[in-house]
């Protein structure tokens, strides 16, 4: 494959680009391609992706409706293929993640830790969840300090909050 795929969609919470390689999402960012386009490239660059890239919103339809219905509250799951390049170290922390914080809930550093077997392991969670290629796809913004204190998300913690927000708000929805 010579060439990644780039999309950009509008959301609550600003323009995101995505990054797909043959139909498998590989990379979300907040912002536009413009805004995100030196990092984007650095990022294949240390993956030993392709650094071409070719415009098309034919590969993200699934996944533009998957995040509009998220928005939306209509949807709690992603079920879209994805690939994702980091660590084993962060592999095992994102595949972790992705099945224990369930909409609308969260966990602590910690608690995910010790879900890895690595109760030591906490800074390096934050590290990992710092790297998460495929944010709210892969909910790093569930993950929270210990003492429930909202701390760091790579789109800044005013979309942490929103997503969190808005997740809490729709499951009290649900329960009415």
Avoid at 18 to 43: D, S
């Amino acid at each position: 494959m010579k060439q990644l795929t780039v999309c950009e969609t509008d959301s609550p919470i600003g323009k995101l680009t995505m990054v797909a390689k043959g139909e498998k999402l590989i990379l979300i960012k907040f912002g536009t391609w413009q805004e995100n386009k030196e990092i984007i490239t650095h990022w294949c660059r240390k993956h030993k992706l392709p650094q071409k890239f070719d415009f098309d919103d034919n590969p993200f339809e699934l996944i533009k409706t998957q995040l509009q219905n998220y928005f939306l509250g209509n949807s709690h799951t992603f079920t879209i293929d994805y690939e994702l390049h980091g660590t084993p170290f962060q592999l095992k922390v994102w595949n972790k993640l992705a099945e224990f914080a369930k909409y609308g809930e969260t966990r602590s550093y910690q608690d995910l830790a010790i879900a890895i077997d690595s109760p030591k392991a906490v800074r390096a969670i934050g590290g990992a969840m710092n790297k998460n290629p495929i944010s709210i796809i892969i909910p790093c913004h569930r993950v929270i300090g210990k003492n429930k204190q909202l701390v760091g998300y790579g789109g800044g913690l005013d979309k942490k909050t929103y997503l969190l927000n808005l997740e809490k708000e729709i499951n009290h929805m649900r329960r009415e």
